[in-house]
Structures are given as C-alpha cells and as structure tokens.
C-alpha cells in the first residue's frame, strides 16, 4: 500500500463518473484510442481488470483548472474541482500483469504523473500475487522505453503490424519476477527517488 500524503498527486481506482476526463484524455494521447463503451466493460465486466487514476493532492486554483480545460478538454473533474491528470490500467492474467493502458493530461506532463501510474500499478500487481509485469509498446515511442527500462522492463519479442492506425509493431517488454528480493530493491529504490521529487 502507497502512502499519498506527502505526495503532490495520488492514485486511485478508476470509476464511471472519471470517464469524460479519461476518454478526453485517451483521444489526446493515442492515435488509435479506445471507446469508452471499452473502459465501460473494463470497469464492470472485466474481472481480470484493475484501472487506476491520478489526480492532485492539492486543490488547483479555478482560474489555473479553468484555463486547462478551455485549452485542452471539455471536461476535466474526477468530481469536484480535482482533475484528473493521468490514468492506467493492468489485466492480471493468472501470474501475470499485463499493463494495457498509460496515459497522462498533455497539460501536466513531464511531472512524474506516469512514472507514479507505473509504479502503483506494479506494486499493485505485487500485491495480487503477480509474477511478472508486461506490455506493448510501439517501437517508435523511445520515451515510453526509457522509462520501462527503468523499472526492470525489457524487450522479450515483438508483435508484428500490431497498431491498427499505421501498422506499427510492437515490442513486447517484460520485467523479471517483481516479488524477487533483487528487483524489489531496485524497485524501491527507484520510488523513493520519485518520491522525493513529488514530494509537496
């Protein structure tokens, strides 16, 4: 369990009442994005599925939130006057996690937002009793690499013609066991370091 207190964001689960914001989100960031009648059956009828948001901790001003939302989306509350500014989401398939979906707020990228999906969505795997964490990434997308990179992921195969907008693979990329004793030292050590930069 992550403790959000001294964070400048949090995660939390995925709701129906966040999916204006998500599927604004999902059209800015993926040029094959999904429908929201797909996050819908994620969220009530997936029962392998575990989907998570990020919103601030600190309430942002209304003229600041305001102008994000004129300039990018229509929406933009999780309820109230807390954005969400990031979402992700993981399949666990018998002992393993396989992360389908991360994506952030164009508005509030660059702040770690990601990275913090990512490491709640593995610790939450841990917690599930997964063995593994993987996923598909265009082999285009070097920025994404990196940071799985970072957290233990490399590449183990590759899916041919597997984006349907332009036919780009994928690599598939797969983390070692992240319940062993020398990944989680890695692990932790790489959240407390993003810890520290999201600290408030």
Do not use: C
């Amino acid at each position: 369990m992550i403790d959000y207190s001294t964070l400048a964001f949090r995660v939390e689960p995925m709701r129906t009442q966040h999916l204006d914001t998500v599927m604004e989100i999902e059209y800015a960031a993926f040029s094959a994005p999904w429908s929201a009648n797909a996050y819908e059956y994620e969220l009530h009828h997936n029962a392998m599925a575990h989907y998570y948001i990020s919103v601030p901790q600190t309430p942002i001003r209304k003229s600041v939130f305001q102008s994000f939302r004129s300039r990018w989306f229509k929406h933009g509350e999780s309820n109230g006057s807390t954005p969400v500014v990031g979402y992700g989401g993981f399949w666990l398939m018998t002992d393993e996690a396989h992360i389908s979906t991360i994506a952030s707020h164009p508005a509030w990228r660059k702040r770690g937002i990601g990275e913090l999906l990512l490491v709640a969505m593995i610790e939450a795997a841990a917690e599930l009793n997964a063995r593994v964490a993987t996923l598909e990434v265009r082999v285009s997308n070097h920025v994404a690499q990196m940071l799985y990179a970072k957290y233990g992921f490399a590449v183990v195969g590759e899916r041919v013609n597997y984006y349907s907008d332009n036919g780009e693979n994928a690599w598939i990329m797969t983390t070692p066991a992240i319940g062993s004793a020398v990944y989680q030292q890695q692990f932790q050590k790489l959240k407390t370091q993003l810890f520290d930069r999201l600290s408030r």
